[in-house]
Nanobody
C-alpha cells in the first residue's frame, strides 16, 4: 500500500490548510485511516482518525473543534481540514492506514500498518 500526502505548507496563525492522503495499491482494504504528527524533538502524536466502514471520527483533545477529518471512499482518500492553526500545530503530518480488522486504539500508532512519507505544516506567529 502506498500513501501519498499533500497539502502541507506555511501559514500564519489563525489560518487554514487542508491535507490530503490518497491510498493506492493492489488487493487491500482499509479498516481505518488516520493522521499523526511529529514536531522536532517530540514524540509522534495522534491527531485524528476515521473508521472506513462507517465514517465515525476520532480526535485528539488538542485539535478537536479546529480540525476535521473526512474521507472519499470512491478515491481511497482522506482529508484533514485544519482551521484556527496555531504555532503549536507545526509538525510533519503523517497519514496512516489500518488494514487489520480491529476496533479501537485509533490513537495508537502501533494500530496502523502503513504510513506515508509525511508533509510539513508550519504555522508562523
Amino acid at each position: 500500500v502506498h500513501l501519498a500526502e499533500s497539502g502541507g505548507g506555511l501559514v500564519q496563525a489563525g489560518g487554514s490548510l487542508k491535507l490530503s492522503c490518497a491510498a493506492s495499491g493492489q488487493d487491500f482494504q482499509q479498516f481505518a485511516m488516520g493522521w499523526f504528527r511529529q514536531a522536532p524533538g517530540k514524540e509522534r502524536q495522534f491527531v485524528a482518525a476515521i473508521a472506513w466502514f462507517n465514517g465515525v471520527t476520532y480526535y485528539s483533545d488538542t485539535v478537536e473543534g479546529r480540525f476535521t477529518i473526512s474521507r472519499d471512499t470512491t478515491k481511497n482518500t482522506i482529508f484533514l481540514q485544519m482551521n484556527s492553526l496555531e504555532p503549536g500545530d507545526t509538525a510533519v503530518y503523517y497519514c496512516a492506514l489500518r488494514r487489520r480488522t480491529i476496533l479501537g486504539y485509533y490513537d495508537q500508532g502501533d494500530g496502523y500498518d502503513d504510513w506515508g512519507q509525511g508533509t510539513q505544516v508550519t504555522v508562523s506567529s
